[in-house]
């Protein structure tokens, strides 16, 4: 059984994505105020860092290779985020 993934267009990265849109349409959270609960609760984590804030936009720097991000949910929960 692999990792989800979700394939986003690059440029999202040059506007921003919010953490909590991305969440939702990686199908790890079903709301965004479930994200943000999550977020608050610590139970959120970008690339193996905790993530502190649930106001954060992901850009290009967030990235964990090339085009990837990987997030965390707990401690087994993981979704990987790709930018093509």
């Not at 939702?24 to 905790?50: D, P």
């Amino acid at each position: 059984m692999g990792v989800p993934s979700l394939i986003l267009d690059r440029s999202l990265l040059e506007t921003g994505i919010r953490l909590t849109d991305l969440l939702v349409q990686a199908r790890a959270c079903s709301s965004k105020s479930e994200a943000v609960r999550l977020v608050r609760g610590g139970g959120v984590y970008l690339n193996n860092r905790r993530v502190e804030s649930a106001e954060i936009t992901l850009r290009a720097e967030h990235l964990a290779s090339e085009s990837m991000l990987i997030l965390r949910l707990g401690k087994k929960s993981f979704h990987v985020a790709r930018f093509e």
